[in-house]
């Protein structure tokens, strides 16, 4: 429902008591309430190291310092409603912002200011696992900063000193809650990873189930079994984990909280288990209640469960402090706690010091990886492959050579916004630290043809199929995977920047995937801002914001520029196509451009490839912008 009192649009603009300095203001707007349960639950995922907020957003502008205080409001809530508050991260919380990344070694700030947060459980994601510096500061700082909390029910970590296989935290965890005194069992699962860095072991999931630990862990008769994971909800290890703990325990409520596919939504697999996820970048928290659970009596377990029948209701809230004052019924002034406040602060502090306002240049207009069609002007993938890659994608001693340069979509991560592009900016949107490697002298007739290839056309397909190593979703975003696999999740998975949207058409050749039709209901009321309009299992009225939907466009798999190709002719015709061309591309794509060389005649391997520049993809971004976009936008 819609409290029309928040649509008088509260004066908010100082955030001198939350946020970070300079961050956007917050925004009023009409928001949906939160319903309790007896059991309710905060949840966070793949933050990847956003915890100072979005910075240029009104909409996300809350930091994790805020959050801290939300939390702590809600917990007194819980407290006088005689109901139980957990706190959730379901991993991914480094890699993808300046405040984890820029930083030697990286996360020197962000594990101190994330452990500031009593969460209740968490687990890891794929991003803790990708190099072995970034495992091993898990377990040595993360693990131990939040002890019996940190699940790790798939996970094993190579001890260096001894070169032992040990669990990388406890297994599962089983506890009572602290007002209503039910039992949860309590996973930590990640999907089934298979590129973790040599000091770490993911299981199946397949073959977790069938571990000693596992079976005799889904027969502690609960009230509530909690599975917490990196896992996508509609991954077939979620439904996997669902069945077996279904099997054992017909009536036990099963609350899923999942992440990865940096979407909102929610997922019903019976009606007493349902899985919520919760957005990414620190853009959303997820609000999941359970009510109705039935505690068991010693005898009549069966019975009593069975009669129970258990509500699931989900909000998606928006890191707007305008809302977060909104569910707590405070003020900006009785907002901020006193331990908020030194979060705030503490993060305020780690992004002076690794100095991520300082910009590199002023980005003339917003550039959209997925607000905005392939190819346009406003595509963030057209900027990249018109004007970035022709210039980056060179080396003096072969600038002549005509070459195709190929570079992912998945490698951009976020989209840019007109106005300062700042140290903070180039993590945001390319935290990888990829770099160009090339095989020279192809014959342009088998290189020409590796792009269609990897944009999912041709006979390379099969060995490019789903679930395989070589799987093609791997080279786009998490986002788009996602809405692939599931078209109902699909303005969940626009970006939600709450700025003046970008509408384009759809113009036949690249339909937008997502468009809303009911523009109509919405058009009436003033001031939505535009966001999330989740579609899940229980409906479209999850998000806490009631926002003007946004079209989310599906891009290609890959970009690829054409660098020192001979001139066109005067009319009009293209130039000749060269006999031989450097086949330029992010090393990140490799086994790909190779498989994909074979089907078109060019018999590579990786003794042919060699590194094309030294520096990252990255640091040449960072200088294009430099020499591009030079300026400050009129900062002092
Ligand atoms: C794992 O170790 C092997 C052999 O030492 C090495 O070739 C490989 O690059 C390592 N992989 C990772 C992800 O660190
Ligand atoms: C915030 O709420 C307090 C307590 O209700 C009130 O005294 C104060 O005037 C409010 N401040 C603002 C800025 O609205
Ligand atoms: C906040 O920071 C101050 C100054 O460092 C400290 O004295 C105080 O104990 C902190 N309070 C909390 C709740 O963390
Ligand atoms: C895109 O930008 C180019 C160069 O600035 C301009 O010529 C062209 O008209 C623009 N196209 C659109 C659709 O705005
Ligand atoms: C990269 O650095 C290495 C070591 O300094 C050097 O030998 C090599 O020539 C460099 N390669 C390129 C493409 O600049």
Same mark, same amino acid.
């Given at each position: ?7 008088? /649009? ?14 956007? /203001? ?5 928001? +949906?309430?939160?319903?309790? %349960? ?54 991914? #919380?480094? =890699? ?35 190099? *072995?510096?970034?495992?091993?500061? =898990? ?7 939040? #002890? ?10 190579? &001890? ?9 935290? +406890? ?20 999907? $089934? ?12 999931? &397949?073959?977790?189930?069938? =571990? ?10 609960? $009230?509530?079994?909690?599975?917490? %994971? ?6 077939? &290890?979620? =439904? ?77 809230? $928006? ?52 607000? /905005? ?12 492959? *018109? ?22 979509? %998945? ?87 709450? #700025? ?75 130039? *000749? *196509? ?34 094309? +520049? ?23």
């Amino acid at each position: 429902m819609i409290l029309e009192s928040a649509l008088v /649009a509260a004066s908010l603009a100082t955030v001198a008591n939350g946020a970070q300095p300079g961050a956007a /203001a917050p925004v009023a707007a009409p928001m +949906r309430d939160l319903d309790w %349960g007896q059991i309710n639950f905060l949840h966070t995922t793949d933050t990847h190291g956003w915890h100072g907020g979005h910075l240029q957003e009104p909409q996300y502008s809350a930091d994790w310092g805020d959050y801290i205080s939300f939390a702590e409001h809600m917990k007194a809530k819980a407290d006088e409603k005689g109901v139980d508050l957990l706190l959730i991260d379901t991993g991914d #919380r480094i =890699e993808g912002n300046g405040l984890y990344d820029a930083s030697d070694p990286k996360g020197k700030y962000t594990y101190d200011i994330v452990r500031e947060q009593p969460i209740d459980v968490l687990c890891t994601g794929n991003h803790e696992l990708y190099i *072995e510096d970034s495992v091993r500061r =898990e377990h040595d700082i993360t693990v131990p900063n939040f #002890r019996d909390a940190y699940l790790a029910s798939n996970l094993d970590y190579i &001890e260096p000193q001894t070169g032992n296989q040990i669990p990388q935290a +406890r297994r599962y965890r089983k506890f009572k809650t602290k007002n209503q005194g039910l039992t949860v069992v309590a996973f930590g699962f990640l999907f $089934d990873f298979d590129r973790a860095a040599n000091n770490s072991v993911v299981q199946k999931v &397949e073959d977790t189930i069938k =571990e000693d630990w596992f079976q005799k862990a889904i027969r502690e008769k609960p $009230d509530l079994f909690v599975v917490t %994971g990196h896992v996508g909800l509609r991954m077939k &290890e979620f =439904e996997l984990l669902f069945k077996v703990i279904r099997q054992e325990n017909w009536y036990t409520p099963i609350a899923f909280l999942g992440g990865h596919a940096h979407v909102r939504d929610f997922r019903k697999f019976d009606d007493k288990a349902y899985a919520i996820a919760s957005g990414r970048y620190m853009e959303t928290i997820g609000w999941l209640s359970v009510d109705g659970i039935k505690k068991r009596a010693k005898d009549s377990e069966t019975a009593i469960a069975a009669a129970a029948s258990p509500t699931f209701k989900r909000r998606y809230i $928006d890191n707007n402090l305008y809302g977060l004052h909104h569910h707590t019924g405070l003020n900006e002034t009785t907002f901020p706690t006193e331990h908020g406040r030194n979060v705030t602060q503490m993060i305020a502090k780690g992004r002076k010091e690794l100095k991520l306002d300082q910009a590199y240049g002023c980005a003339p207009q917003d550039l959209w990886m997925n607000r /905005a069609e392939f190819p346009s002007n406003a595509s963030v993938f057209t900027w990249l492959e *018109e004007q970035v890659l022709p210039a980056i994608a060179t080396r003096d001693d072969r600038a002549d050579v005509p070459r195709l340069a190929i570079a992912n979509t %998945g490698m951009i991560r976020f989209d840019i916004f007109k106005g300062a592009f700042t140290v903070d900016s180039t993590y945001i949107v390319s935290p990888f630290i990829s770099k160009f490697n090339y095989i020279q002298d192809v014959p342009y007739s088998a290189a020409k043809r590796v792009l269609a290839m990897l944009n999912g056309g041709g006979p390379v397909f099969s060995a490019f199929e789903a679930g395989s190593a070589l799987d093609t979703r791997y080279l786009v975003s998490p986002e788009q995977w996602a809405f692939a696999e599931r078209p109902q999740v699909a303005n969940a998975a626009a970006a939600a920047e709450a #700025r003046t949207p970008v509408h384009l058409q759809g113009d036949g050749l690249q339909k937008p995937l997502g468009s809303e039709g009911d523009g109509s209901g919405s058009k009436k009321k003033p001031d939505l801002i535009t966001g999330y309009t989740t579609k899940d299992d229980l409906g479209d009225d999850g998000d806490d914001t009631e926002h003007e939907p946004i079209t989310f466009y599906a891009v290609p798999n890959c970009v690829q520029s054409e660098i020192a190709f001979p001139a066109a002719q005067q009319d009009g015709q293209g130039g *000749e *196509e060269p006999d031989k061309v450097d086949l330029v591309f992010v090393d990140y794509v490799q086994p790909w451009v190779l498989t994909a060389l074979k089907f078109s005649g060019g018999d590579y391997g990786t003794d042919d490839v060699a590194v094309y +520049r030294n520096q990252t993809v990255t640091d040449l971004l960072a200088a294009w912008i430099t020499d591009h976009w030079a300026g400050d936008c009129g900062a002092k």
